[in-house]
């Protein structure tokens, strides 16, 4: 496959070359927003009417697109090629929820059946869970699910756990168990998780690859003394997801272990058992199921390599013309929907802990800038906080919107001759024109000079199966760029020189002068 | 009062060169990390010693504060001159809290004194619901409060009630009422929170300045209706937080109202009844007094004219350091206790809506960057995500962290030798270490630069009067940067055309084309 860096590639250099943003301010017409947009799967649509884009740009995209096969590295992925450079490692959290490419097979194990059979067993799992066939010490039903983990084991879950709750808890649909999180090392984390909670009734996920992550097995001892302490057998509330060959791993410790392998990074495992887990026991296998297969549906579609019938791939190169001709260095995710309200957090994640590098997939630097930095809340609350830097601050930060026709729930009120979805939506559309357009006013405090770029992911409603699409979408989008840029977007060797100097401070010994007068100042 | 732009001062001129980073790789030693440090109030240290400045740049820095008399504009703030001059208003959000300057009176009214007249409103409220002097329909008292408001009705309280919750909830003393926020327009915010409660003990808070927001009126009228549909009576139920001429003021449909003025805004809120009559309600009028206490000491120390002495000032100017010499438009706020797990987003409106200007205070377009874009996340967890890009990425981002000594809560748990919270600060200290000294490795996937700066704000304990202390800290650095850029940071127009354009989406009249199309996409 034909690996290079961007600046190496004929369309690339044209690219870096930079370019004056389009003053696409008076170009955005209602003819051009029904242009520029591309039908995803699951009733998604990608506008991109107000992205500084025009035909020659596109042109330019797909170019870069075909020159440097990003369609073809991704069916190498789906292929099980050993994609993850850096720690030597194939990609396969596709195959989490469907099968695209060949069989990837290995010492004889069929990889895609692995995944399967674990999801079933936690589907069985979770079905004994709600029957009442498992209880904790006291012989009660469990009502509650926590997850114990960080990063990748919180962030998507968690994220995705806050989307679905609206539409299960409020719906006609009963939510089958409420679900809480514990991450921080912080011990105020724990005790006031803890602290809401009938522990009877009560089971804990454990969720670490490794079965070593420092500040989970804290949490995990941290709740097992809880535990104690109010008379209960911790490992009658206590299973694990893990790899295979951790220490967490068949343990009597634990009701029962869940197996991922090195194949799902964190932070791509919230279709795998880290995210599958908790979620199928707080709403159930079939909602888990439908999630799954939006996804999926996702994967399937970012295949298509005209860049204007792809999604996911078009967001991404679009986002490399931000960020490499026009030298934006960040991006705003902003969803109109409370339900998401912690998916810009899991986007962070996702998409600056894979693209936040500077060396190449072969570890040369590279010569232009990689990911963005990522951020936002949700609309309309950021209307009354951040936007008025996005309107008139002295830097454009490009925005991703994420908009739902409808509400997770129907119940709703009209007031002064609108509902409260509508106004979400009214405010969702005027945020886009006042960002494209502006408004000149005689009064410079009033003047909008317009020109902010913005997408917007519309749908109908956020089903469990949209939900699964947009992460779909975003997990391709963020890998097609990483391609674009060369680099591995499935390792994170940033986090281990802080895991190596926070044990240097643990074990008192040699510490650099510096942080053993920062140790003294925490008085550590 | 000399107001300039920076690029028209002899320091602003030096800084706006730009700079080369100053390697601090190296000079970082134990003896720089002792010396680089300032004292604050209430237990606050500002240490700066893995900034990149050195002697000359300090000096440069003291210059410029003293060339534009940063002090003497805050103290003209203090003494009631008209600062905000956009909305040609004064800014006395510092009266809520004490009073440092001349007192400043309007129409015969002493404005510190109608502040405090209307804390001990609040004060004598809570008490008789405290006490069950008041009570909801049925007769049962409260033990909820729920705010309903948006942007800084919103943020700032909500962030303070989290920081506060773990301290007194987990501590001896016991949490008055359990409080919760609806603030998104969308109604599945409303509908979620409410579908936790007991409405017979619920008590409202409705809270806008003006009595006109449209989320905030939306959400009001659609809680009414739900308590209507439960056989309660809203007006038993709702207390008002606005102005005095709002129409929400002195109002038969609710038990009470209290007031602020046009002099506070909504980003400033905390320390006046908007934060006020949540947290007095959930914690008790000694703790409210407590973090008034602490915000007024900052306020206090924030009048020193020597920038080694001055945390807020020295924190501001090092901020337009790495803003204007050496082109950062980001910063992370990145707390390491889970209490402050919504400080950042609060900071974030705090400082993107004062400081996102493009014009200054009289109106003219500045040609220099003005405030940087600011997120974060509590650590250890951001540790496990976005640090990737922090340590790695082809940008530099500034960080801003904060620590304490102890947890909220004595509880912890000794795991390999050390506590919870050792590990946790022992994670910050290597975190600062390896952003600053990076470390060189044959591998380039391991391989750390460093030069990546951050400054540490540490205290013993998040008590109420430090978090108070904290807010000022940086409320003050916020308004000495604005004094820098020569901005305006009291306005926020940039969130008006959006308010208009609405409207006409609303109104479905006459649309410009863009717009309409947008409309009919989201189907409104």
Do not use: C
């Amino acid at each position: 496959m034909n690996y290079q860096n961007l600046n190496e590639t004929a369309s690339g250099a044209i690219i870096l070359k930079g370019a004056r943003p389009l003053d696409f301010t008076q170009e955005l017409t209602g003819e051009r927003v029904k242009k520029y947009t591309v039908s995803g799967v699951q009733g998604w649509t990608y506008n991109y009417a107000a992205k500084p884009v025009n035909e020659e740009i596109l042109n330019l995209l797909q170019n870069l697109s075909d020159e440097m096969s990003l369609v073809d590295k991704y069916q190498d992925l789906l292929n099980g090629e050993m994609v993850n450079t850096g720690e030597k490692r194939k990609v396969l959290h596709q195959l989490t929820r469907g099968q695209l490419g060949k069989d990837v097979v290995e010492n004889g194990k069929n990889i895609r059946k692995f995944y399967q059979e674990q999801q079933e067993r936690v589907y069985a799992f979770s079905d004994k869970v709600h029957s009442g066939a498992i209880k904790g010490t006291t012989g009660k039903a469990f009502d509650t699910v926590v997850q114990i983990g960080i990063g990748g084991s919180d962030l998507g879950p968690r994220a995705m756990y806050l989307a679905l709750e609206s539409y299960q808890k409020i719906t006609k649909k009963t939510q089958k168990m409420k679900a809480a999180f514990i991450s921080n090392v912080d011990p105020d984390d724990a005790n006031l998780v803890l602290s809401g909670l009938n522990l009877e009734t009560t089971l804990f996920i454990l969720v670490s690859k490794s079965g070593t992550t420092q500040e989970t097995l804290s949490n995990e001892l941290f709740v097992k003394k809880v535990l104690l302490e109010n008379k209960l057998d911790p490992k009658k509330h206590f299973v694990a997801v893990t790899s295979e060959t951790s220490p967490l791993a068949n343990n009597p410790a634990y009701l029962d272990s869940f197996y991922i392998d090195d194949y799902i990074g964190g932070r791509y495992s919230s279709t795998s058992n880290v995210g599958g887990a908790i979620l199928t026991l707080a709403f159930g296998k079939e909602v888990f199921a439908e999630f799954l297969a939006g996804a999926h549906e996702a994967d399937k579609s970012a295949q298509e390599k005209n860049i204007l019938k792809n999604p996911a791939l078009l967001d991404a190169l679009i986002g490399v013309w931000e960020r490499n001709a026009l030298g934006l260095p960040m991006t705003a995710v902003l969803p109109y929907s409370q339900a998401l309200s912690r998916f810009p957090a899991h986007l962070q994640q996702l998409d600056m802990e894979s693209n936040g590098k500077s060396v190449n997939r072969d570890g040369k630097a590279v010569a232009y800038a990689t990911g963005p930095v990522i951020f936002g809340e949700p609309g309309t609350n950021g209307q009354h906080s951040f936007y008025q830097h996005l309107h008139q601050g002295t830097d454009v930060v490009p925005i991703q919107f994420i908009g739902f026709d409808e509400s997770q729930v129907a119940y709703d009120i009209d007031v002064e001759g609108s509902t409260s979805q509508t106004k979400l939506k009214a405010n969702l559309a005027a945020q886009i024109v006042a960002f494209a357009k502006g408004s000149p006013n005689e009064n410079p405090n009033k003047n909008f000079a317009g020109g902010r770029p913005s997408s917007l992911l519309h749908n109908k409603k956020l089903t469990p199966g949209a939900l699964g699409a947009l992460l779909g979408h975003f997990e391709n989008k963020i890998m097609f760029q990483g391609y674009v840029w060369n680099i591995n977007s499935f390792d994170q060797e940033g986090v281990q020189l802080g895991k190596i100097l926070t044990k240097a401070v643990l074990a008192g010994g040699a510490m650099d002068g510096a942080l053993k007068a920062y140790a003294d100042i925490l008085k550590i």
